[in-house]
């Protein structure tokens, strides 16, 4: 099994950034899916453990819901990894990837993929040099200011300053 390659997930988040012009927090994760030819659907699922799921041939993403909008935008940035940085194993075994089943985000994963597209989610929605601007605030109003959970605020700031918020 390969290790995650975070510093190509790193380069990638870097270069949608750029590409999208994000400047100021919120990310409008919605918005960039879309710039990269995807549709997201609400949609309610039948397992309360699915957060969401990418179709490749539809290019569609389908987010739960019932989820609150930090989650759904989470979702939106994972699957949205998994299009941009794993399009070959996507077409290998598209429903090996296509399911975003509920894990908590810091949780250890044997699978590199799934490891890099969470990493690219938190890196997308709260990137460094924004982040950098708010390190000092309460981890629940950086969470605001970002419109993500506060987990992964918590996530972004042990990555980037080795630290819980």
Same mark, same amino acid.
């Given at each position: 099994?390969?290790?995650?390659?975070?510093?190509?997930?790193?380069?990638?988040?870097?270069?949608?950034?750029?590409?999208?012009?994000?400047?100021?927090?919120?990310? !409008?994760?919605?918005?960039?899916?879309?710039?990269?030819?995807?549709?997201?659907?609400? @949609?309610? =699922?039948?397992?309360?453990?699915?957060?969401?799921?990418?179709?490749?041939?539809?290019?569609?993403?389908?987010?739960?819901?019932?989820?609150?909008?930090?989650?759904?935008? =989470?979702?939106?940035? *994972?699957?949205?990894? *998994?299009?941009? #940085?794993?399009?070959?194993?996507?077409? !290998?075994?598209?429903?090996?990837? @296509?399911?975003?089943?509920?894990?908590?985000?810091?949780?250890?994963?044997?699978?590199?993929?799934?490891?890099?597209?969470? =990493? =690219?989610?938190?890196?997308?929605?709260?990137?460094?040099?924004? #982040?950098?601007?708010?390190?000092?605030?309460?981890?629940?109003?950086?969470?605001?200011?970002?419109?993500?959970?506060?987990?992964?605020?918590?996530?972004?700031?042990?990555?980037?300053?080795?630290?819980?918020?």
């Amino acid at each position: 099994m390969n290790p995650p390659d975070y510093k190509r997930v790193l380069q990638r988040v870097e270069q949608i950034l750029g590409e999208n012009y994000v400047i100021s927090p919120p990310v !409008k994760i919605e918005d960039i899916a879309a710039n990269y030819g995807l549709t997201i659907v609400e @949609a309610d =699922f039948e397992r309360n453990d699915v957060a969401g799921l990418i179709d490749p041939a539809e290019k569609k993403i389908y987010v739960n819901k019932n989820d609150s909008d930090t989650r759904q935008a =989470f979702t939106i940035a *994972h699957e949205l990894g *998994h299009w941009l #940085l794993h399009q070959d194993q996507l077409s !290998k075994d598209p429903t090996k990837y @296509a399911v975003l089943y509920r894990k908590p985000l810091g949780q250890p994963s044997e699978d590199h993929i799934e490891t890099e597209a969470n =990493f =690219f989610a938190a890196n997308l929605l709260v990137p460094r040099n924004l #982040l950098e601007k708010y390190k000092g605030e309460n981890p629940n109003t950086i969470a605001k200011i970002f419109g993500v959970s506060p987990e992964v605020v918590g996530y972004r700031m042990r990555n980037e300053y080795g630290k819980r918020s």
